[in-house]
């Protein structure tokens, strides 16, 4: 079983930054693919970047490529979702997730374990 507990959100103006983290427990993430999605009202929780096991990352190329950036310390047992020119449409609840190895893949079912989400609000 992996834990995962994510902190950071909070209400910032357009244009701000906030960095999100997810504290694991329970496992190493070593071995994990991590995660984060988002779910804004009204809508399906949405892809945002993967970090697969074995190095690399992936974006939502529409919209979040460039401006923001996922990382990990496996030694920390935790990942960050680093959000830069932050934009109203990027408020939602964001969560951090987790698989068992393989490729960072984009639909929600793919994944086993989930964060609480936290909650990030972009004022105009």
């Known amino acids: 079983q992996v834990q995962l507990v994510e902190s950071g959100g909070g209400l910032v103006q357009s244009g701000g930054s906030l960095r999100l983290s997810c504290a694991a427990s329970g496992r190493t993430i070593r071995t994990y693919t991590m995660a984060w999605f988002r779910q804004a009202p009204g809508k399906e929780r949405e892809f945002v970047a993967g970090s697969s096991w074995s190095g690399g990352s992936t974006y939502d190329e529409a919209s979040v490529k460039g401006r923001f950036t996922i990382s990990r310390d496996n030694a920390k047992n935790t990942v960050f979702l680093q959000m830069n020119s932050l934009k109203p449409e990027d408020t939602a609840v964001y969560s951090c997730?987790?698989?068992?190895?393989?490729?960072?893949?984009?639909?929600?079912?793919?994944?086993?374990?989930w964060g609480q989400g936290t909650q990030v609000t972009v004022s105009s």
């Open positions: 997730a987790a698989r068992g190895g393989g490729r960072v893949r984009g639909l929600p079912d793919d994944y086993d374990y």
